[in-house]
């Protein structure tokens, strides 16, 4: 039996980790927290750090297309109009960045040239990001605030009955659990596309842009975490 649990642990860390994505929050959670250790001093942190950095773009090569197909694709049916602005506007900026971060790897491979031009561009995209996780924030704060206008309507028709084995119940209170998860990390790595662009330097230090960024990057790495099998009982 613990054979089979084995099998079972090993094949969802084989799924898990076929997946890019996941491969990619990986190392940013080594990238950030290199960042972290090494507060901004040269060193062998920093040297991880910028490694670790170099390396995701290659991850993240023609990734914009993903957020593109979701400019272009039509909105969930009910969904009010302010939020598909919101969720329009974050795959637009979202691709932006993604499209620019590719050429942002050129300059650092020294396939493109110029420095100058390259740092410009890293620095428009940092922009893009910030701007789409503003969107992202906004968006994931009125989706939060419709499942709970929806979540206290079913709790009065469930009145007489137990509302936790209603299937619609738990349904909609888990997704409200994930868009509030979304939500902190969205907040979290504002503060991360902040710290980058150092808008704010004696407040988001490289070890706060350090710390937030490992803190989003395990959240990342729980969001794409596979469903576990369902236990068969006897």
Known sequence: ???????????????????????????????????????????????????????????????????????????????????????????????????????????????????????????????????????TMLVETGEIGRLSVSIKKLEKELTNTDKHKNEQYQSKVQKSNQRSLALVKTILDIGVSVGLLQLAPKKITPRVTGALGFVTSLISCYQLLPSPPKTKTC
């Open 1 to 135: 039996m613990s054979l089979d649990v084995a099998r079972a642990e090993l094949a969802l860390a084989v799924v898990y980790l076929n997946k890019a994505e996941a491969r990619d929050k990986i190392c940013r959670a080594i990238q950030y927290g290199s960042k972290f250790l090494s507060a901004g001093q040269p060193g062998t942190a920093q040297n991880v750090d910028k490694s670790t950095s170099l390396a995701r773009k290659v991850f993240r090569l023609f990734k914009f297309i993903n957020d593109l197909h979701g400019l272009i694709s039509p909105p969930a049916p009910g969904t009010p109009l302010p939020l598909i602005l919101l969720g329009k506007s974050k795959n637009a900026l979202l691709s932006t960045f993604l499209f620019l971060d590719q050429i942002v790897w050129l300059g650092r491979t020294g396939i493109y040239k110029n420095k100058e031009r390259t740092e410009l561009i890293g620095r428009i995209s940092l922009f893009c990001w910030l701007g789409s996780s503003v969107c």
